[in-house]
C-alpha cells in the first residue's frame, strides 16, 4: 500500500513540481474559456439558421443539419489532427496566408489555436442541439403573438425565442462546457503543453505519474463546483416547473 501511494500520491513530488502542472492548467482553462465562448458563439447561430422558414431556405437548413451531424459523428481528436496538420501543410504550400494557416494571434502559439477551432467547431455542433431543444421548447404561440404584431421572423427569435430558449438550456450547456474541458486535454497532441502534457513530461523525466494525480485534482476543483451548481440550476427549474402547474 506504500508503495501505491508513492507512485500515485507521491505529495511531496506534487509540491515540487506544482509549478509546472499549474502552469500547465492555467493553459488548459484559458483553451476552455476561449473555446467554450466561440462554442457558444457558434452553436447559438447554427442553432437560429436550422430554424429559419420557407422553401427558399431549405438549402441553409440542410447544409447546417449535415454539418452538425458529421461534426457530432466526428472524433473530436480526428478534428484536431485535421486542422492542425490540414492548416499547416496548405499555408506551407501558399494556398492560404501564413497568419491563417499557422496562427499567432494575441500571443498564443498556433497549436493553441487549432485547439480553440476544433472545440469550437465540434462543441458548437454540440451546443446547436441543445439551443435547439431550447428553442423548440417555447411554446409555439409566442411566435405567432409575435408575428402578429408586426414583427419578423429575425425580430421574433431575437427579442421573443432566443432568450427564452437561453434561460431554459443553460445548465445543459454547463454540462457541455465541463465535457469541453475535459477534452482540451486532447489538444497535447498536437504540442500544447496543457496540464496533462505537464504531467506526462514530468513522467518522462521522473518516472512518477504523481503530476498527472495533481492534474486531476486541479480538474476535479473545477468541475465538481460545477457540477454541483448545474444540478442547483435544474433542481430550481423543475420547483419553477412544479409551481406553474395548475
Not at 473530436?76 to 494556398?95: D, F, R
Not at 474541458?181 to 518516472?207: C, N, P
Request: aromatic share 12%; with cysteine; charged share 15%.
Amino acid at each position: 500500500m506504500g508503495d501505491f501511494f508513492d507512485i500515485f500520491f507521491n505529495f511531496q513530488f506534487m509540491a515540487d513540481h506544482f509549478d509546472v502542472v499549474f502552469k500547465g492548467f492555467l493553459v488548459t482553462l484559458k483553451l476552455s474559456v476561449v473555446g467554450g465562448a466561440f462554442a457558444l458563439t457558434w452553436g447559438l447561430i447554427l442553432a437560429v439558421l436550422r430554424q429559419l422558414p420557407g422553401k427558399v431556405l431549405a438549402p441553409v437548413r440542410w447544409i447546417v443539419i449535415a454539418y452538425i451531424d458529421c461534426l457530432r459523428g466526428l472524433p473530436l481528436l480526428l478534428v484536431i489532427m485535421l486542422l492542425a496538420n490540414g492548416l499547416a501543410t496548405m499555408a506551407s504550400q501558399g494556398v492560404i496566408p501564413r497568419e491563417i494557416g499557422i496562427p499567432q494571434w494575441l500571443g498564443e502559439n498556433d497549436p493553441f489555436w487549432y485547439g480553440v477551432m476544433a472545440l469550437t467547431l465540434t462543441y458548437g455542433a454540440y451546443m446547436a442541439e441543445v439551443y435547439r431543444a431550447g428553442i423548440e421548447a417555447v411554446p409555439r404561440g409566442q411566435t405567432e403573438a409575435a408575428r402578429s404584431l408586426g414583427m419578423s421572423h429575425g425580430q421574433a427569435m431575437r427579442f421573443i425565442i432566443v432568450p427564452q430558449a437561453v434561460r431554459k438550456v443553460i445548465p445543459p450547456l454547463l454540462n457541455d462546457f465541463i465535457a469541453l474541458m475535459k477534452d482540451t486535454a486532447l489538444v497535447s497532441t498536437i504540442g500544447l503543453v496543457e496540464a496533462v502534457q505537464a504531467g506526462r513530461d514530468l513522467y518522462s523525466e521522473f518516472y512518477n505519474p504523481s503530476g498527472w494525480t495533481l492534474g486531476a485534482f486541479m480538474f476535479l476543483i473545477v468541475t465538481i463546483p460545477l457540477a454541483r451548481f448545474v444540478d442547483r440550476l435544474i433542481k430550481k427549474q423543475n420547483e419553477k416547473f412544479q409551481r406553474g402547474l395548475p
